[in-house]
T-cell receptor, first 113, second 120 residues
Framework: DAGITQSPRYKITETGRQVTLMCHQT?????MFWYRQDLGHGLRLIYY???????DKGEVPDGYVVSRSKTENFPLTLESATRSQTSVYFC????????????FGPGTRLTVT | AQTVTQSQPEMSVQEAETVTLSCTYD???????LFWYKQPPSRQMILVIR??????QNATENRFSVNFQKAAKSFSLKISDSQLGDAAMYFC?????????????????FGKGTKLTVNP
């Protein structure tokens, strides 16, 4: 199916565990982004990527790692999960010019116990 | 750095009526794009409308239209004939299109959102 998907949709993990959230898009968009959404903070950018093998930090990168070996995939890893990382995580992709429109995945609700 | 402000945390409207959501932004750039996104209770972020700063004409998508005032740095969203399905969080967002080497950014800057309730 065309579009942008995230997996898993829901995840419960324990403090200290490593967790990887997957993001896959079928449009071959250049840009991909990871956001977290928490009450009172809106959407905050964690990391983004302008192309394969190019990544950069966003507003809240600490405790997260990303990679982008293929254009279509942009996994987000929590190296050692903490309770403060309990959140809803959104992946998005964007083609760049001329529209610069970002398209979002359905989100992953992560709970760290 | 660019900032986006949505001064109305919550708004309500009667079904079939018209409502306007406000958004202001701060930038020193002359070329940029502005967006409105909708997030219904399903959590899915949906693009509602796009406005290019270089265009004087206000963007329109069916019942959704914007009032873009570049000099005032204002970008409001008008929803006409409101429907129950319009109930959602609405986010205003700014995207620089200047080159990085010219001080631009590849990030989308979001406002905090406005929660819209539609009353039957």
């Amino acid at each position: 199916d065309a579009g942008i998907t995230q997996s898993p949709r829901y995840k419960i993990t324990e403090t200290g565990r490593q967790v990887t959230l997957m993001c896959h898009q079928t449009w071959s968009h250049s840009y991909m982004f990871w956001y977290r959404q928490d009450l009172g903070h809106g959407l905050r950018l964690i990391y983004y990527s302008a192309a394969a093998d190019i990544t950069d930090k966003g507003e809240v990168p600490d405790g997260y790692v990303v990679s982008r070996s293929k254009t279509e995939n942009f996994p987000l890893t929590l190296e050692s999960a903490t309770r403060s990382q309990t959140s809803v995580y959104f992946c998005a992709s964007e083609p760049g010019p001329p529209t610069y429109e970002q398209y979002f995945g359905p989100g992953t609700r992560l709970t760290v116990t | 750095a660019q900032t986006v402000t949505q001064s109305q945390p919550e708004m309500s409207v009667q079904e079939a009526e018209t409502v306007t959501l406000s958004c202001t932004y701060d930038t020193s750039e002359s070329d940029y794009y502005l967006f409105w996104y909708k997030q219904p209770p399903s959590r899915q972020m949906i693009l509602v409308i796009r406005q290019e700063a270089y265009k004087q004409q206000n963007a329109t998508e069916n019942r959704f239209s914007v009032n873009f005032q570049k000099a005032a740095k204002s970008f409001s969203l008008k929803i006409s004939d409101s429907q129950l399905g319009d109930a959602a969080m609405y986010f205003c967002a700014y995207r620089s299109v200047s080159l990085i080497t010219q001080g631009g950014s590849e990030k989308l800057v979001f406002g905090k959102g406005t929660k819209l309730t539609v009353n039957p």
